[in-house]
């Protein structure tokens, strides 16, 4: 009996991640339906798009990118397992193997649509979700499967060696080119960014400044970690990381009316606050803690430009650092014209949703620079432009 090898070409472009079936005829006898041949198909990335423009089209991609299965890591970089133990990610639950991600454009595109590339082992099973159609401002949501198992082949691994996962946005903008924006998933068993914010009590916090480009390591200053500004009480951003990089002056259309004091509230997260799901602006004795309960160190000369941070760990070492806040600068609201840039590499200041008692037009935060750093009840009016940070639920 001989044995003949066939080789099949199967073209085309998939349009969704996940198994298809193609049937096989061969010498006038075929095999379909059932025994159909299975396809594990990955949706590629499409190898013409550019990144983000730099005009009015553009946008953000946001949503969970780092997980913490707490496993067996225990101390040094990765932190008390016990104190990540409450948090974990439990691939298991459809509330962790089950994500969505948030397109969110600047100006109008059309047919935005979502892909992922496994990078470092087997991460995501499948993505769906999108728009095809045009004049498209709004939202756009992506639904991100994981593999279930993911609590098993990521014990163990640190951050040096996470499972990961690129998940791509891919849309068409107002020049009618293809652009795309990525944002890196990784699965380990080690703390991901976070702080203590109280003795022996560890909360995760987002790895980004909200509006930031994901994809850049979050612990390095870089100009793409700054990400957008936003006024006390407000959503959307009142300037995108992009304009707020292209233009150092007064921002047109400055909203010179300060938010109400519900707008963002200790107690729950409001309507108005611009974090993903399962996240929200930080209150002041959160920020208070991160100050109390972790050491600090400055990175950088301080002077003017993009490339200074503050780093918050649980020792000294560069693997210990766990949240990196860029020195970003405000739009200050007293400036002439409003919105003009202040401090950019020189100071910072982050959002609470706090507010000083007994007032309606200041707000609290966490202010950084070489000079005062701390967490102020009174951080000042709520018309500045400042980043937000955005702490798990």
Known sequence: MSVVSVRYNITGTPTNSGTTYVEISLGGKSCGGANAMALSVNTSVPTNPQGPSSGATGGNLTGKACFDVAQNNDGAECGPLASRQAQRADFT???????????????????????????????????????????????????????????????????????????????????????????????????????????????????????????????????GIHGAKYQWGRFPALVTQADDQANSGGIFGFNTTAAGNGAWNDAVKTVNDPCPAGYRVPTLAQWQGVMNNNTMRLEGTWTPGYLNAVHFGSGSGSLAVTLTLPITGHRSSSSSPPGTITNRGTGALYWSSSIPPATTTNASGLVLSQVTTGALENLGGRLAGTPVRCIAE
């Open 93 to 223: 639950q459809t509330s962790t193997n089950t994500q969505i991600y948030t397109f969110r454009p600047t100006g109008t595109v059309s047919n935005v649509r979502f892909a992922f590339v496994n990078t470092n082992g087997a991460v995501i099973s499948s993505i769906s979700g999108g728009n095809p159609g045009t004049g498209i401002t709004g939202p756009v949501l992506a639904t991100v499967t994981f593999l279930n198992n993911l609590n098993i082949t990521a014990a163990g691994l640190s951050r040096n060696n996470a499972l990961k996962a690129d998940i791509y946005v891919i849309y068409t903008d107002n020049t009618n080119t293809d652009r795309q924006l990525k944002l890196t998933a990784k699965v380990q068993d080690c703390n991901c960014c976070g702080a203590y914010i109280a003795a022996g009590v560890w909360k995760e916090f987002m790895c980004h400044n909200l509006g930031a480009d994901e994809s850049l390591d979050l612990f390095t200053p870089a100009a």
